[in-house]
C-alpha cells in the first residue's frame, strides 16, 4: 500500500516554471512512479513515468517542457516534476501514481504514460496549477 500526495502547485505566469513534487509513504519500493494531469473538458493524459531503475518515458504532453529530474530522493519516496515555460494551456491539475511491480516491460510503460493512466494502481488528491497570461 502506497498513499501519494502531491505539493508545488499554484499560480504561476505564462512563461514561468514550477516545481512539483510528490511523497510517497507506506512501501515505495518495487513501483513505477509518474505524473498525470487532467485539464477541464479533456480526458487524464500521461505526463511521463519512471520505474524502480530509472527508466522514464514522457507522454506527448511533456512536449520537452516537462522533466522527471534524474537525481531522486536517496529513498525514493518523493518524485518531482519540473515544469517550465508554462502556458495557460497547461493549467490543470497534476496527479502523482503508482503502480506497483518488480519490472515493468517498455511497452506496458509506453502503454501507460501514452494514455489516461490505466495501469497505476495508486493515486494522489492531485495539485492545481494555473497559468495566467
Known amino acids: 500500500q502506497v498513499q501519494l500526495v502531491e505539493s508545488g502547485g499554484g499560480k504561476v505566469q505564462a512563461g514561468g516554471s514550477v516545481r512539483l513534487s510528490c511523497t510517497a509513504s507506506?512501501?515505495?519500493?518495487?513501483?513505477?512512479f509518474g505524473w498525470f494531469l487532467q485539464a477541464p473538458g479533456p480526458e487524464r493524459e500521461g505526463v511521463a513515468l519512471v520505474d524502480s531503475d530509472g527508466r522514464t518515458a514522457y507522454g506527448d504532453c511533456a512536449t520537452g517542457r516537462f522533466i522527471i529530474p534524474q537525481a531522486q530522493d536517496n529513498t525514493k519516496t518523493t518524485l518531482h516534476l519540473e515544469t517550465n515555460n508554462l502556458k495557460p494551456e497547461d493549467t490543470a491539475i497534476y496527479y502523482c501514481a503508482a503502480a506497483y511491480g518488480s519490472q515493468f516491460s517498455d511497452q506496458w510503460i509506453s502503454t501507460v504514460v501514452g494514455g489516461t493512466g490505466n495501469g497505476m494502481d495508486y493515486w494522489g488528491k492531485g495539485t492545481l496549477v494555473t497559468i495566467s497570461t
Open positions: 507506506g512501501s515505495a519500493y518495487f513501483y513505477c
